[in-house]
């Protein structure tokens, strides 16, 4: 459920209409719903309740500091791949004890930045990786708390760009030599194992994947407990789906899967992470767009938007389904008709939708792409000398921009003159 939601046949986020906000804004732009966003984390949070736990936003999905600070608001950690998102996680005020480092090549920079700064744990991912943890941790007269990510080979079931877990992927280290991995781990001076990670991919529809990687890491558990590791903390990832065809999709709820957690690793007594993002942040945020052309083509239509790939890339890299609304519903009973819907980039990977039912729209009308608030934003580019496109957030009646469009001057002041030009 979220807060985007039409009133007499007007598109309103929460009580603001988007209209409203294209006018003095400018499209395109993405707009996202602080109801939503809330909502979301609490569920996650009330889904584990009972055991002692942490739900670390995932930020990679959506990092806008208001985003952030919203979230950490509410008690969230945060899941960091970089030191930029460390930085961005620092900045929007969330202690270092709330932050975990997740990432399969964490540089030293990073990792003496996130030891200075104060951080949770690492989350390890190769035994060379550990090392280097080790090495930096010592040289700085300090303990790195880490768990090491095993590889659980489990198919998440999920599009091959964004799973994770089967032995092929890149990531972790294979469940089977885990025991010999945390014994080097134990001797390495500048480590200590508090537990394990696990992280076996994203958009996951199904529960089964997550049932089959957990059992795992509670059988690993009590194998590592034998072996005399302390292991006090398990961070079971993120990866739950999220509907993005509305009219036939029924992705699990995370009361679902927090009962399935308490019932794989809920008797061993350790503190729980997870790791959402899409599901926090995915549809607590919509791309507005408004229609440039109408171009009738050979057997179909063009609708050309002033979005495009570059905003929004799901689409051309993972053939992402998304769900195209008026802003302005239609009249009921109006005729549809089909539509590719395209925008202006010069390729024809620029497309959002083929042959796309829609009421009939004219140059000048507002669409928004739904589910659009995870991996959109943060995917953007400036491909085409487009700017990338502001950021709004909605909370109640008022909404404020978060982050501005630059103007051309400001990216072409960017790129710097070598001296000899
Ligand atoms: C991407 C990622 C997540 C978040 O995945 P979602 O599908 O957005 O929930 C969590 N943990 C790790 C390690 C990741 O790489």
């Known amino acids: ?194 537990g394990i990670d696990v992280h076996i991919g994203s958009q996951l529809t199904d529960l089964a994947p997550f049932e089959l990687a957990y059992q795992k890491v509670a059988e690993l558990t009590e194998a590592l407990r034998a072996d005399g590791h302390e292991i006090t903390r398990l961070d079971l990832g993120g990866g739950l789906g999220i509907p993005y065809a509305r009219s036939n999709e029924a992705p699990p709820l995370p009361t679902d899967y927090g009962a399935l957690i308490k019932r794989c690793v809920g008797h061993l007594g350790c503190e729980v992470e997870i790791e959402p993002g899409r599901l926090i942040a995915g549809n607590a945020g919509i791309l507005v767009s408004q229609v440039i052309y109408v171009k009738s083509g050979e057997g179909r239509d063009f609708l050309i938007l002033d979005a495009a790939m570059n905003d929004l890339i799901r689409p051309a890299m993972y053939e992402a389904h998304h769900d195209i609304v008026p802003v302005i519903e239609a009249d009921a009973g109006v005729e549809q008709a089909a539509y590719d819907i395209v925008g202006p980039v010069c390729e024809s990977g620029d497309t959002f939708a083929k042959g796309r039912m829609m009421p009939p729209l004219a140059a000048g009308d507002l669409v928004a792409f739904r589910s659009a608030g995870a991996y959109g934003a943060v995917m953007s580019s400036e491909y085409n000398t487009r700017p990338l496109i502001p950021e709004v957030l909605v909370q109640g009646d008022q909404y404020a921009v978060i982050r501005a469009r630059p103007t051309f001057d400001e990216i072409i002041n960017r790129d710097t003159i070598p001296a000899w030009l």
């Not at 739900?55 to 970089?82: E, F």
């Not at 540089?107 to 200075?116: C, G, H, M, S, W």
């Open 1 to 194: 459920m979220d807060h985007f939601l039409y009133r007499d046949g007007v598109l309103f986020a929460e009580d603001v209409a988007v209209a409203e906000i294209a006018a003095s804004v400018k499209t395109p732009f993405y707009l996202y719903s602080t109801a939503t966003l809330e909502r979301h984390f609490r569920l996650f949070d009330e889904a584990l309740d009972g055991l002692p736990h942490l739900v670390c936003y995932a930020m990679k999905a959506a990092s806008n500091q208001a985003i952030l600070k919203t979230l950490a608001g509410l008690g969230a950690g945060m899941d960091v791949v970089s030191g930029g998102e460390y930085a961005r996680a620092v900045a929007a005020g969330v202690p270092g004890e709330r932050i975990v480092f997740s990432g399969v090549g964490k540089t030293q920079d990073e990792i003496r930045a996130a030891l200075q700064g104060g951080i949770r744990q690492f989350n390890v991912e190769s035994e060379p990786e550990m090392r280097a943890i080790s090495e930096v941790a010592v040289s700085l007269g300090v303990v790195a708390p880490i768990t090491i990510r095993v590889n659980p080979d489990v198919d998440a079931k999920t599009h091959a760009k964004i799973a994770t877990g089967k032995s092929e992927n890149k990531f972790g280290i294979p469940i089977a030599r885990a025991r010999e991995v945390y014994a080097e781990a134990a001797a390495l001076p500048g480590l200590k194992v508090v």
